[in-house]
């Protein structure tokens, strides 16, 4: 079942085109990575997706009806989004943070309900978060910070959840406690698409993996169809070693690819 | 979110706080009543002490404890909006705005004529004021541009007022500006009251309705929208709310500075920093303060007439260098 999709989407920043006729289609259960060198509208395609940016062309489509005629709040029950950007303006602590997911659930004024306290503990739960639920977020290290911020997009109880770098500045060992969770959101029949700079994490948990480069998609597949040396040369300029082991494929860069050095060595000069 | 135990008797307990304070300053005045006969005197009748009571002691009280709530509340919405502790009407340009348009009805001589042209014309200018800065601000979701567009309104309005001053030809609209500046609540009558209630209710109402949007904003304001949150909606609510709120506190008894800033500051983390919870508290927090700044001034000075707005400032200073001191040792 297609959760969401899009038909040549094109969204402009400031009047700069940034993504040109995207057309994607996520489906319900999946976790998907979407790669891409820095600048390619990784994060303006997420914040596209989630309702964020209005758009240039094209139509995103949730569930067979267009996002764009879909009111704020109905979206926010829908779709969760987490930033790049881990800001958290004052000395809140951590339960209330997460607490904030539950506002689309709620109406103004309303008491928590027993769902919402449930939708909480069982994301503070699942973000391994239990220790911290009543420290201060701004005495929190960035990586826990991250995992917070998740945690609320989590408590937001969406069917889709997009995620700017969720796994950035997250040591090795929270990095693959993220991909087991979103595995298994995506096993309950979620739908998560994640921008991922670490090609290994999304080489190895992603179902699929959509490779964005300057404003287009240039693959989408699954890993092990997509990933190669060819693919990684022509859209990062890296030459890499990749070879793949019984959990999937194992991707070493190994330097910059002739063209990129030639780049590079040419801007040197004066 | 269940109440955490501070958040259980904060309020009752700022709000006692407030209400005792109310009933004090119903007990002082140039009259010299005995406090129980004072008192008395509001609910059966005794004459000329009803008549102090009445149309002199209850106006100030009512207007010392709603002036303070509406000045708390704003500062703590305009905080929460702009997502900054030092955030408050003034920098909004909608106290100068108000200020300035009781000016203008001082040096045009109006308020001569007709006494409330001066409460009027404050409320308009702060209208003004907030419309100026809506259509200055832009669309941005970011604070800066509102930021920059208020302090541009506040400079305006501020240079307005100084060449009403310096070009008032009599003297005494020139000390009338002045002294009005200063803010104070001597001889407020009841229809001062009912002139400025509705605007502070109506006003703290849409503060108050602000507050889920604003807690969201905590996350930023791309994040609050993934919430749901209509940030157009809620920068109109913000705005509104503070030209009604401040605009009639401005209009009612001058610049009265610090309690907007400092109120918030101080029960911040008696909430748990959640901005919708700090509103409440900085409503009842500043009705507590601004009605003890009144009682100060009037035990100090009886006869006197201390400004108000200069008491506020000297009690509010000394609080805000601790907490200066406090957040650099970061013992906050």
Same mark, same amino acid.
């Given at each position: %079942?297609?959760?969401?999709?899009?038909?040549?989407?094109?969204? @402009?920043?400031?009047?700069?085109?940034?993504?040109?006729?995207?057309?994607?289609?996520?489906?319900?259960?999946?976790?998907?990575?979407?790669?891409?060198?820095?600048? !390619?509208?990784?994060?303006?395609?997420?914040?596209?997706?989630?309702?964020?940016?209005?758009?240039?062309?094209?139509?995103?489509?949730?569930?067979?009806?267009?996002?764009?005629?879909?009111?704020?709040?109905?979206?926010?029950?829908?779709?969760?989004?987490?930033?790049?950007?881990?800001?958290?303006?004052?000395?809140?602590?951590?339960? @209330?943070?997460?607490?904030?997911?539950?506002?689309?659930?709620?109406? !103004?004024?309303?008491?928590?309900?027993?769902?919402?306290?449930?939708?909480?503990?069982?994301?503070?739960?699942? %973000?391994?978060?239990?220790?911290?639920?009543?420290?201060?977020?701004?005495?929190?290290?960035?990586?826990?910070?991250?995992?917070?911020?998740? @945690?609320?997009?989590?408590?937001?109880?969406?069917?889709?959840?997009?995620?700017?770098?969720? !796994?950035?500045?997250?040591?090795? @060992?929270?990095?693959?406690?993220? %991909?087991?969770?979103?595995?298994?959101?995506?096993?309950?029949?979620?739908?998560?698409?994640?921008?991922?700079?670490?090609?290994?994490?999304? !080489?190895?948990?992603?179902?699929?993996?959509?490779?964005?480069?300057?404003?287009?998609?240039?693959?989408?597949?699954?890993?092990?169809?997509?990933?190669?040396?060819?693919?990684?040369?022509?859209?990062?300029?890296?030459?890499?070693?990749?070879?793949?082991?019984?959990?999937?494929?194992?991707?070493?860069?190994?330097?910059?690819?002739?063209?990129?050095?030639?780049?590079?060595?040419?801007?040197?000069?004066? | 979110?269940?109440?955490?135990?501070?958040?259980?008797?904060?309020?009752?307990? #700022?709000?006692?706080?407030?209400?005792?304070?109310?009933?004090?300053?119903?007990?002082? $005045?140039?009259?010299?009543?005995?406090?129980?006969?004072?008192?008395?005197?509001?609910?059966?009748?005794?004459?000329?002490?009803?008549?102090?009571?009445?149309?002199?002691?209850?106006?100030?009280?009512?207007?010392?404890?709603?002036?303070?709530?509406?000045?708390?509340?704003?500062?703590?919405?305009?905080?929460?909006?702009?997502?900054?502790?030092?955030?408050?009407? &003034?920098?909004?340009?909608?106290?100068?705005?108000?200020?300035?348009?009781?000016?203008?009805?001082?040096?045009?001589? *109006?308020?001569?004529?007709?006494?409330?042209?001066?409460? #009027?014309?404050?409320?308009?200018?702060?209208? *003004?004021?907030?419309?100026?800065?809506?259509?200055?601000?832009?669309?941005?979701?970011?604070?800066?541009?509102?930021?920059?567009?208020? +302090?541009? *309104?506040?400079?305006?309005?501020?240079?307005?007022?100084?060449?009403?001053?310096?070009?008032?030809?009599?003297?005494?609209?020139?000390?009338?500006?002045?002294?009005?500046?200063?803010?104070?609540?001597?001889?407020?009558?009841?229809?001062?009251?009912? #002139?400025?209630?509705?605007?502070?209710?109506?006003?703290?109402?849409?503060? +108050?309705?602000?507050?889920?949007?604003?807690?969201?904003?905590?996350? $930023?304001?791309?994040?609050?929208?993934?919430?749901?949150?209509?940030?157009?909606?809620?920068?109109?609510?913000?705005?509104?709310?503070?030209?009604?709120?401040?605009?009639?506190?401005?209009?009612?008894?001058?610049?009265?500075?610090?309690?907007?800033?400092?109120?918030?500051?101080?029960?911040?983390?008696?909430?748990?920093?959640?901005?919708?919870?700090?509103?409440?508290?900085?409503?009842?927090? &500043?009705?507590?303060?601004?009605?003890?700044?009144?009682?100060?001034?009037?035990?100090?000075?009886?006869?006197?007439?201390?400004?108000?707005?200069?008491?506020?400032?000297?009690?509010?200073?000394?609080?805000?260098?601790?907490?200066?001191?406090?957040?650099?040792?970061?013992?906050?």
């Amino acid at each position: %079942m297609t959760a969401l999709e899009t038909r040549a989407l094109c969204v @402009a920043l400031d009047g700069r085109p940034v993504l040109d006729r995207i057309d994607l289609a996520l489906q319900a259960g999946e976790f998907v990575g979407l790669i891409g060198p820095n600048g !390619a509208g990784k994060s303006t395609l997420l914040r596209a997706l989630a309702g964020l940016l209005p758009t240039r062309g094209g139509t995103i489509v949730l569930d067979g009806r267009p996002l764009a005629r879909l009111p704020a709040g109905a979206r926010a029950r829908r779709i969760a989004y987490v930033a790049q950007a881990r800001e958290v303006a004052w000395s809140l602590d951590v339960e @209330a943070v997460v607490g904030l997911g539950r506002l689309p659930h709620r109406a !103004a004024f309303a008491p928590e309900t027993r769902g919402d306290r449930a939708a909480i503990d069982a994301a503070l739960a699942t %973000m391994a978060l239990d220790g911290l639920r009543g420290h201060r977020v701004d005495r929190l290290s960035g990586g826990e910070l991250a995992r917070v911020l998740i @945690a609320r997009a989590l408590a937001q109880d969406a069917e889709l959840l997009l995620a700017d770098e969720p !796994a950035a500045g997250l040591d090795p @060992a929270h990095q693959i406690a993220l %991909m087991t969770v979103f595995r298994r959101l995506a096993g309950a029949g979620r739908t998560v698409l994640a921008s991922l700079h670490d090609l290994n994490l999304a !080489a190895r948990w992603c179902d699929r993996v959509i490779v964005l480069a300057g404003g287009r998609i240039v693959a989408t597949g699954a890993p092990e169809a997509v990933l190669d040396a060819r693919l990684l040369a022509s859209v990062y300029g890296i030459e890499a070693h990749v070879d793949r082991d019984p959990g999937g494929l194992l991707l070493v860069p190994t330097g910059l690819s002739a063209r990129s050095a030639a780049a590079a060595r040419s801007e040197d000069r004066p | 979110m269940t109440l955490s135990a501070p958040d259980r008797w904060l309020l009752p307990l #700022l709000g006692g706080l407030a209400l005792v304070l109310a009933a004090v300053s119903l007990t002082i $005045g140039a009259a010299g009543l005995a406090p129980s006969r004072a008192l008395a005197a509001l609910i059966v009748d005794d004459g000329a002490v009803s008549i102090v009571m009445r149309e002199i002691r209850l106006p100030r009280a009512i207007l010392s404890v709603s002036l303070g709530a509406a000045l708390g509340l704003s500062g703590a919405a305009l905080q929460g909006y702009l997502r900054n502790p030092l955030a408050d009407a &003034g920098l909004m340009g909608i106290g100068p705005g108000a200020a300035l348009g009781a000016v203008a009805a001082i040096y045009g001589g *109006v308020s001569a004529l007709f006494p409330l042209a001066l409460p #009027l014309m404050a409320l308009a200018g702060g209208f *003004v004021a907030m419309a100026l800065v809506l259509a200055m601000a832009g669309r941005g979701d970011g604070p800066a541009g509102l930021i920059l567009a208020g +302090v541009a *309104v506040s400079s305006l309005a501020g240079a307005l007022t100084a060449l009403a001053l310096s070009l008032s030809e009599n003297p005494f609209a020139a000390l009338e500006i002045v002294y009005w500046m200063l803010g104070s609540l001597n001889d407020r009558s009841m229809q001062h009251v009912w #002139l400025a209630l509705p605007f502070m209710a109506g006003g703290g109402l849409l503060l +108050v309705l602000a507050g889920r949007g604003l807690d969201a904003l905590s996350l $930023g304001a791309e994040t609050a929208r993934s919430l749901g949150v209509n940030m157009t909606a809620l920068r109109l609510l913000i705005l509104a709310g503070t030209a009604a709120t401040v605009g009639a506190a401005t209009a009612i008894a001058g610049a009265i500075g610090f309690v907007g800033l400092v109120v918030p500051h101080l029960l911040r983390p008696w909430v748990g920093a959640r901005p919708s919870r700090l509103l409440l508290a900085s409503a009842l927090g &500043g009705a507590a303060l601004l009605t003890a700044a009144d009682i100060a001034a009037g035990l100090v000075a009886p006869d006197r007439d201390l400004k108000l707005g200069v008491v506020t400032a000297l009690i509010g200073t000394p609080f805000f260098l601790r907490l200066i001191a406090a957040g650099r040792s970061g013992s906050r």
